[in-house]
């Protein structure tokens, strides 16, 4: 079968590959199609577009926008936006971006004043993007062994509510997949079911659909196969159509491989054609 990955993350937001890396991996794992989905960002579109220009692999030029609906964390992921509205998503996220940087900053001198030894470049010099996220403050506290792996620093000292991470205001959910509609693009709510339960989700996809939203993950990482069943379901009901990815972020999530996820994951190159506008 053959099959794309329509999510996933570059050093210009958490990942640790490039964009042109992720192109040339992505051909030798065979892809038909790409799409780069960084935080927040489409700084890395310009590179990734340009590795796939004469690739086998179709690029897809997308972004994943950290939102909130009701108290909710909410991933939504915009694709197929056109390159003149690149500069679009930027102006966008800008004072997303501000808060995340004051944020940091808290964040930072929290940790320093508890005897963590880190300061805030060294967090910046781990990416690309123009503000650092807690996967690169938990990438610093584990070189310092501070902490056992990353993941034991996300489930510790950055847990959020522990005392040290508070995230910043974010975009709202609804808002977010109108910007996404206006600017021709295709907007697909990312991972259901990680941060919000069915009956929760069965009060929001009315709302979403209303706003625009075209489609939802049923094939992810994470899912097993009664999670997506009921996507697909879900995604019936609503009269959404389907997508996925591995969510692949390099070195920052070695298990997670592209296109395969943890090793089993098949997202269909069908998806591609049926988002495709």
């Known amino acids: 079968m053959k099959r794309c990955d329509l999510h996933c993350h570059s050093s210009y937001s958490d990942g640790t590959l490039t964009p042109a890396e992720l192109i040339r991996l992505a051909e030798e794992k065979g892809l038909g ?24 692999v179709i690029p897809v030029p997308g972004c994943e ?4 609906y009701n108290g909710r964390e909410l991933h939504v ?3 197929f936006f056109g390159e003149e509205t690149w500069p679009e998503i930027e102006d966008y996220v800008d004072l997303m971006h501000i808060a995340k940087h004051h944020a940091n900053i808290r964040l930072m001198k929290a940790l ?19 503000e650092f996220n807690r996967a690169h403050v ?38 977010t997949i109108r910007f ?22 069965l009060e929001f996809l009315p709302k979403a659909k209303e706003a625009g939203l075209d489609a939802m993950e049923t094939r992810y990482t994470e899912f097993d196969a009664d999670t997506t069943r009921k996507a697909e379901e879900l995604a019936a009901r609503f009269g ?9 972020h390099g070195a920052a999530k070695p ?3 592209l296109g395969t996820g943890f090793g089993d994951l098949e997202v269909p190159f069908s998806f591609y054609e049926d988002l495709r506008p």
Do not use: C, W
Not at 42 to 52: I, N, R, S, T, Y
Not at 112 to 130: C, I, P
Not at 138 to 156: D, H, I, N, P
Not at 240 to 248: E, I, M, R, T, Y
């Open 255 to 257: 298990l997670i491989d």
């Open 65 to 68: 926008f950290t939102t909130e």
């Open 112 to 130: 320093q004043r508890d005897g963590y030894d880190v300061r805030y470049e060294e967090a910046a010099a781990l990416t690309d993007a123009d």
């Open 33 to 56: 199609a790409l799409a780069l989905t960084d935080h927040n960002t489409g700084k890395g579109l310009p590179e990734f577009m340009e590795a796939g220009r004469d690739s086998s």
């Open 138 to 175: 938990a990438r610093l506290l584990f070189a310092k062994g501070y902490v056992a792996s990353v993941t034991e620093a996300f489930q510790t000292i950055l847990q959020e509510g522990g005392g040290y991470y508070v995230p910043p205001r974010r975009l709202g959910s609804l808002g």
């Open 180 to 201: 996404i509609k206006q600017y021709g693009a295709v907007a697909v709510l990312a991972h259901p079911f990680l941060n919000i339960n069915e009956e929760e989700l």
């Open 77 to 79: 992921v915009g694709l």
């Open 240 to 248: 959404l159509k389907q997508s996925g990815g591995s969510d692949f």
